[in-house]
């Protein structure tokens, strides 16, 4: 048997690496059964435990109404379980209490819920749901250190970092704080803990990730007063960044290509790259009143943050799926969701309801999963 030269060998590993550097990352999206709503919810809560995917709370403008006709946001406190992507949803219980815009994550078998709002305002309340025995359990986690919601968090392993949100409905500006709990502490010792903040300005529904031992922050919105009405209003953020546990330090990182706000989270990594999909790049947001209905709904980039090179690119573009009739009946159309988890389940990532256009939910469930073409 003769035996390869290493020069050859060495040619040919180069030409193999060549080859899969080339192939292109690739999203395929596909529709899980829909959550039991006719309206669907924004802001609900989702996770993983022992295996089956838990949607819980969120919000709605109920049969179809809009805050432009004079309909109330309603928070929900139901329970739905999804064991398998092709089952059957089950509505196994309820919240403590009506909630939606919580942050919320898989955590080992459970799901860590953090603050959130509802009618009555925003809470500081934090626990652990898990699925077992057929039922959903909760276990209390240290209260937050303020009244939250509307934040973003990523794990660092056993560590759960939360960065800004809005402490009250009425604030006027967003928080500016960041914080951390290690899960993996005994429960009478777990304590929430102030890091140093981002040198940015302060933000909410901001996209946060986790990577490499490092926490991520990208985007989101600041509040800023009108000194003429006293109107508040939001100012679209770009800048990055990213925070080092090892050294207790943040480095800013390239700007995004353009705003993400209340982007699907956690982001998620597919061949060092930090995936952001979708979100409100603000370019509709000072005409909202006046399309109304007619929105065509908010960014369709999905993009990704290279680790290794500090650049931003444009990975691929969501194919809405807008039918003749969107406008009235908008959840037979297929849109990209903001304010809904991004939920790591069976080789893809799990975007269960969200807001599809300004007051608009839907109960759809979308799977996005990575390939290679």
Same mark, same amino acid.
């Given at each position: 048997m003769r035996l390869l030269k290493p020069d050859f060998i060495l040619l040919?590993?180069?030409? /193999?690496?060549?080859?899969?550097?080339? #192939?292109?990352?690739?999203?395929? %999206?596909? =529709?899980?059964?829909? /959550?039991?709503?006719?309206?669907?919810? #924004?802001?609900?809560?989702?996770? %993983?435990? =022992?295996?089956?995917? /838990?949607?819980?709370?969120?919000?709605?403008?109920?049969n179809g109404g809009r805050p432009w006709n004079g309909s109330t946001k309603k928070w929900y406190y139901q329970i739905f379980v999804l064991e398998k992507p092709d089952g059957k949803w089950l509505k196994v219980g309820k919240l403590p209490r009506p909630l939606g815009y919580s942050v919320s994550l898989t955590w080992r078998d459970a799901v860590v819920c953090v603050g959130g709002s509802n009618e009555e305002g925003h809470f500081a309340e934090s626990f652990l749901m898990r699925w077992k025995d057929r039922q959903v359990v909760f276990e209390n986690l240290p209260g937050f250190p303020s009244t939250i919601a509307n934040a973003c968090g990523a794990l660092v392993g056993d560590i759960l970092y939360v960065a800004g949100g809005l402490e009250k409905p009425n604030a006027k500006e967003a928080l500016h704080t960041f914080y951390t709990l290690d899960l993996s502490a005994e429960p009478v010792k777990r304590s929430w803990k102030l890091l140093p903040s981002w040198s940015g300005e302060a933000r909410m529904l901001s996209v946060a990730a986790s990577y490499n031992g490092k926490f991520y922050l990208f985007s989101g919105t600041n509040l800023i007063e009108n000194t003429k009405d006293k109107s508040v209003q939001r100012v679209y953020l770009k800048d990055a960044y990213s925070y080092d546990p090892k050294t207790n330090q943040w480095a800013q990182l390239a700007n995004l290509p353009h705003s993400t706000v209340a982007a699907p989270n956690p982001a998620f990594v597919v061949d060092n790259q930090i995936v952001v999909v979708g979100g409100d790049s603000g370019e509709n947001a000072a005409n909202t009143l006046v399309l109304k209905d007619k929105h065509p709904g908010f960014n369709t980039k999905i993009i990704g943050y290279d680790i290794h090179t500090d650049q931003w690119k444009t990975i691929e573009h969501f194919q809405i799926d807008s039918k003749v009739n969107a406008e009235t009946h908008p959840n037979e159309s297929t849109y990209l969701p903001v304010t809904t988890p991004l939920v790591a389940w069976h080789g893809g990532y799990v975007m269960p309801g969200g807001e599809v256009r300004p007051g608009t939910r839907t109960p759809r469930v979308l799977m996005i999963k990575p390939s290679r073409k």
């Open positions: 040919f590993s180069f030409i /193999i690496m060549a080859q899969i550097l080339h #192939a292109q990352t690739h999203f395929t %999206i596909k =529709n899980l059964p829909k /959550i039991p709503d006719n309206d669907g919810f #924004a802001g609900s809560l989702a996770g %993983i435990s =022992n295996g089956a995917l /838990i949607v819980a709370g969120g919000s709605n403008f109920p």
